[in-house]
């Protein structure tokens, strides 16, 4: 009678006891597995074999994994094991390891990790296996995957051991495997464009380049406080003025910020700046970076997220901000002065903080809390106030707005660019009000640099910069709801705590 295994009794620390007295058994008889140094697969995977069956059926071949299931049937068995491609079945029979070796296959557990030399064959039911006639214990799993561990649900223990998440969901496999590809993608299409990839340093003696809360920390050599980079945008400028024309960087960024299901402190972010060029050619470079992107993962431009049809085609929408809040809201700040608009504001249910606020705060307030979820397909939002945007330039003949854009996606905040600001008088008063900000209670205000802007005096060519959230673009592309099901290992609280 066939006896299968793909869960684990119901005691864990018995479980972990007997596997302990194994190893012990297996390393009195000179078998330690932890002693095996490596075991050669030639280059085979459970998906290769899969797909190209016909070019393997008869073959002997070598393959390596982690047993996830078991059927016991006498004299021969079958086994699944997990590869870093995905499983593949396997046929013991006694007859052709011999007696010995195949009492030491059914004494392995569920968990442990084997290599396997055999010839690939299809069963009678049309399972593509192989009939092992050699195998090698190579790692004891002392401890038993959780009960029921095909299909793992529990948020809490998926993130907490991402390992387990693996082994148990594939599907979870494919959405970091495409996560690669998407980045592999990004650089290609940038390359490919004459841009350069650099890196800069994440420890910062000034939070700036954004308006965020850093997280902070000390050198004790230098005695002095430094920062997490909460951005890396003006040490890339630097280089623009250094005489890089197109830059870029992929890396990670830290914010000490509210943790949701579209935020984790610890993200990752693309930053790109190309001298000569401004906003305009920024909503340019973005839609072709799309579009490259979708075909290299050979993906169509409408995409389903969460059941929301996204056309990610060319051209996107584009709109100003006040435009949009207009067209969303019917409120129309081109008409209305500072006070009528806060009235209009807060008759619309508009939460603001503050006394005295001016009409470019109280414009984003409103877009961030009536419009900004309304934006489902691609929407290039231009002309940002000058208050919320200390590193773009002013519009001549609007000074108060700036050429500034955020890309929005299923009402997601997915990217940010401006024409660079390079008038360093400009820059400095512009610093200096934020220092005001920040000196008045507003922790989200940006330092001053003054290494940045003594940059600046040296001269900076018009620049066009673009900032995308990866983390954010992943879900997007693999429809993934939370930020935590693209990010490996996501910041997650201390259970004990």
């Not at 390891?97 to 010839?119: N, P, R």
């Not at 003025?241 to 610890?266: K, L, S, T, Y």
């Not at 169509?300 to 929301?308: D, L, R, T």
């Not at 003949?397 to 500034?404: G, H, I, K, L, Q």
Request: glycine residues 8%; negative net charge; charged residues 30%.
């Amino acid at each position: 009678m066939a006896e299968e295994e793909n869960i684990v009794p119901e005691d864990p620390t018995e479980q972990s006891r007997i596997r302990r007295e194994k190893l012990a058994g297996l390393t009195a008889a000179g078998k330690n597995p932890f002693e095996v140094t490596k075991f050669d697969k030639r280059g085979v995977s459970s998906r290769l074999i899969l797909e190209c069956f016909d070019k393997f059926e008869g073959r002997r071949v070598k393959i390596a994994g982690r047993i996830l299931t078991r059927r016991i049937m006498g004299k021969a068995s079958f086994a699944h094991i997990l590869d870093g491609e995905g499983k593949i079945q396997l046929y013991f029979k006694i007859d052709t390891l011999g007696e010995e070796a195949y009492e030491a296959f059914t004494k392995l557990d569920i968990g442990d990790i084997i290599g396997v030399e055999g010839s690939v064959f299809r069963t009678h039911k049309g399972e593509i296996s192989i009939a092992a006639d050699n195998f090698t214990l190579l790692s004891k799993s002392l401890l038993p995957l959780p009960e029921k561990f095909h299909g793992l649900t529990d948020s809490d223990l998926r993130y907490r051991h991402r390992y387990l998440d693996l082994i148990s969901n594939p599907e979870v496999r494919e959405t970091f495997v495409l996560r690669s590809h998407i980045i592999s993608a990004i650089r290609a299409f940038l390359e490919g464009r004459g841009f350069l990839e650099v890196e800069t340093p994440i420890l910062n003696t000034i939070a700036g380049g954004a308006a965020a809360r850093p997280f902070a920390t000390h050198h004790n050599t230098l005695n002095m406080p430094m920062f997490m980079r909460i951005a890396p945008e003006l040490y890339l400028k630097q280089l623009i003025v250094g005489g890089f024309e197109r830059v870029f960087e992929i890396g990670r960024m830290f914010r000490n910020e509210g943790m949701d299901p579209h935020h984790n402190p610890e993200f990752t972010m693309l930053e790109l700046y190309e001298a000569y060029a401004d906003y305009n050619d920024m909503m340019n470079i973005t839609e072709k970076l799309f579009a490259a992107v979708l075909e290299e993962l050979g993906m169509k431009s409408f995409i389903m997220y969460q059941g929301i049809q996204i056309d990610l085609s060319s051209p996107w929408e584009r709109l100003t901000m006040v435009e949009a809040v207009k067209k969303y809201t019917e409120i129309d700040f081109a008409k209305l002065s500072a006070k009528q608009a806060e009235k209009k504001a807060r008759e619309a249910g508009v939460a603001l903080e503050g006394k005295n606020l001016s009409k470019g705060k109280i414009l984003f307030a409103v877009f961030d809390q009536l419009v900004e979820e309304k934006l489902i397909n691609p929407v290039f939002i231009t002309e940002y106030p000058i208050e919320i945007s200390p590193l773009a330039k002013r519009i001549p003949e609007n000074p108060d707005m700036t050429y500034r854009f955020e890309f929005f996606i299923c009402g997601r905040e997915m990217g940010n660019a401006y024409s660079e600001l390079n008038d360093p008088l400009d820059q400095r008063e512009r610093f200096a009000a934020q220092a005001k900000l920040k000196k008045a209670g507003d922790g989200e205000a940006m330092e001053p640099d003054d290494d940045f802007v003594t940059a600046l005096d040296y001269g900076m060519p018009p620049t066009g910069g673009l900032g995308i959230g990866i983390d954010r673009l992943v879900m997007l592309l693999t429809d993934s709801a939370s930020i935590r099901d693209v990010i490996l290992f996501p910041t997650m609280k201390p259970v004990n705590r």
